[in-house]
């Protein structure tokens, strides 16, 4: 897979109002929400959503995912200033 500009490049997301939350669980759904989107800007073809967030993680596999991509990145960015 070859690195393009638009995969270095920020973007920004949608910035959403700032809220507190009543319980702990409601923190818990926040971050499941925001972690999920986040995971799908990274891998569109990922079905992961709030609902189903921690089946999504159980094997580890998008981990890894997200962690070789994080080293492919680095070496990619380090090798660039070079």
């Given at each position: ?10 973007q ?33 073809d ?37």
């Open positions: 897979m070859a690195i393009t500009e638009e995969m270095i490049q920020p920004m997301l949608s910035l959403r109002e700032f809220r507190p939350f009543k319980s702990s669980d409601e923190y818990l759904w926040a971050m499941k929400e925001d972690l999920s989107d986040w995971l799908k800007r990274l891998y569109p990922l079905d992961i959503s709030a609902e189903n967030f921690m089946e999504c993680l159980e094997t580890g596999i998008v981990l890894c995912k997200v962690n070789f991509a994080s080293i492919f990145f680095l070496f990619y960015a380090t090798s660039a200033c070079e």
